[in-house]
């Protein structure tokens, strides 16, 4: 197609330059054997000459004179015209049909203009058509959407009603509710306070103890020292002049080092520092109780002073079991010799006591008779706890003492517990006529 419009225009381009050629006066019409020649270029000729007749002297016989002979540069440019008018009548008879052709196109070509127009104009008014049904569509749906909206509105309306009804019903019985829940738990709360006394024994033997309180219960370790000296310090920064007061329930006494920091963080208070026993001290917690400043312990507590009986861990030998009953003595120096001191006797004069009461060495007396030794500062007939001042009962459940071991039972089906592991040169100072507490 494209090489037949390209042969189409070139014959078009010969048709106008030959019509072109023909509007000129000077130029001849070129054929496709005879190139143009321009006549007014064309070189000058002599004419051959023409001898010119003699006259005769005489008139001669009247005869017909001779034809003039052609000009052949004229027969050849009749000639070469002819020619050129010849071709271009034949190319233009051989170019109509192009002419024709391209007023076909011209006329197709605006035909499909139109054809394009109309479609398009058909096209607009479709798009037209359908952004008006959009429009009308988008109209009714917010109409619509608007009318939802207010009965969602009115709906919710309705349900925030009921809510606030039903919330207001609710919020009184939970009123309820929560009134009677305070009212049970205000009845696990006395409506007494704690009681403070610098002298905190009254006269007729009650003993009043405020809510500066530190329980001593069963076997005294390092964890037992963190407790109790933490709390003195604690206590001594909230005031320095009340007493605190370190009640002992029961403990067979442990570990010296831990009992001799408790002892030396009591000696260091500046708030005094009171030992209640209310069962049963021995050994260390025995050594902590007499060597108070003030201890207190009811008439049938019992209370136990022994030497240092150390468990020994592992096989020995003699070496170092020398060594192991050397470091006990100098520890039981630093406990027995005060306590005998306090009872006003020499430290053998004790220990030969404590074989004379118990062929063991292990010496006990109740309340009375250790308050009569010295064990113990004051005998009381009653313990008043001021610091109770919430139902034991409705509290949550008591978390396991600091000091607690884990019982196990042995292959005789004997229960035990395993001591925990001492810090070197520590020795216990332990009442176990039962062999509970035992050493892995």
Same mark, same amino acid.
């Given at each position: ?65 001779? @034809? ?8 050849? @440019? ?11 009548? +034949? ?7 192009? +002419? ?239 306590? @005998? ?79 925990? +592991? ?19």
């Amino acid at each position: 197609m494209k090489a037949t419009t390209r042969c189409t225009l070139a014959l078009l381009g010969m048709g106008t330059a030959f019509a072109f050629a023909q509007d000129a006066p000077a130029a001849a019409p070129a054929t496709a054997t005879t190139p143009p020649i321009a006549i007014g270029s064309l070189p000058a000729t002599p004419a051959p000459a023409v001898e010119k007749p003699e006259k005769p002297d005489k008139p001669q016989s009247a005869e017909k004179p001779e @034809a003039p002979k052609p000009d052949p540069v004229k027969t050849e @440019a009749d000639k070469l015209t002819a020619e050129n008018n010849l071709a271009a009548e +034949r190319l233009k008879a051989e170019t109509n049909a192009l +002419r024709e052709e391209i007023t076909k196109m011209k006329i197709e070509k605006e035909l499909l203009t139109e054809r394009m127009a109309l479609a398009a104009a058909k096209r607009q008014a479709a798009q037209e058509d359908e952004n008006a049904k959009a429009e009308a569509e988008s109209a009714q749906i917010s109409r619509e959407a608007g009318i939802a909206r207010a009965r969602a509105e009115l709906l919710t309306n309705e349900l925030k009603s009921v809510q606030s009804e039903s919330g207001i019903a609710l919020a009184k019985l939970q009123s309820q509710i929560a009134s009677y829940e305070m009212e049970g738990k205000r009845k696990a709360y006395a409506d007494a306070k704690p009681v403070y006394l610098e002298n905190p024994l009254r006269d007729d033997g009650t003993l009043v103890i405020s809510d500066r309180r530190i329980a001593l219960n069963g076997l005294i370790t390092m964890a037992t020292a963190d407790h109790i000296t933490d709390r003195i310090d604690f206590y001594n920064n909230l005031d320095r002049k009340l007493p605190i007061f370190l009640v002992i329930d029961e403990s067979p006494g442990g570990s010296v080092m831990a009992g001799y920091r408790i002892q030396k963080a009591m000696e260091s208070s500046d708030a005094p520092v009171h030992v209640v026993v209310k069962s049963f001290a021995a050994s260390m917690a025995a050594g902590i109780t007499t060597l108070a400043k003030q201890s207190y312990a009811y008439p049938n507590a019992i209370i136990l002073h022994h030497q240092i009986s150390s468990l020994m861990m592992g096989q020995l030998n003699l070496t170092e079991q020398a060594e192991v009953v050397k470091e006990s003595q100098r520890w039981w120096s630093r406990f027995g010799t005060p306590i @005998a001191q306090k009872m006003g006797v020499g430290t053998d004069e004790f220990i030969k006591q404590m074989y004379a009461h118990n062929s063991s060495g292990d010496w006990s007396e109740f309340g009375e008779d250790a308050f009569k030794l010295k064990w113990v500062d004051h005998i009381v007939s009653g313990i008043e706890e001021t610091s109770f001042t919430k139902n034991p009962d409705a509290g949550p459940v008591a978390v396991p003492s600091p000091n607690a071991v884990k019982e196990e039972v042995d292959a005789n089906g004997k229960p035990f517990s395993y001591l925990p +592991r001492l810090t070197p040169k520590d020795v216990y100072f332990l009442y176990n006529p039962d062999n509970y507490y035992r050493m892995r």
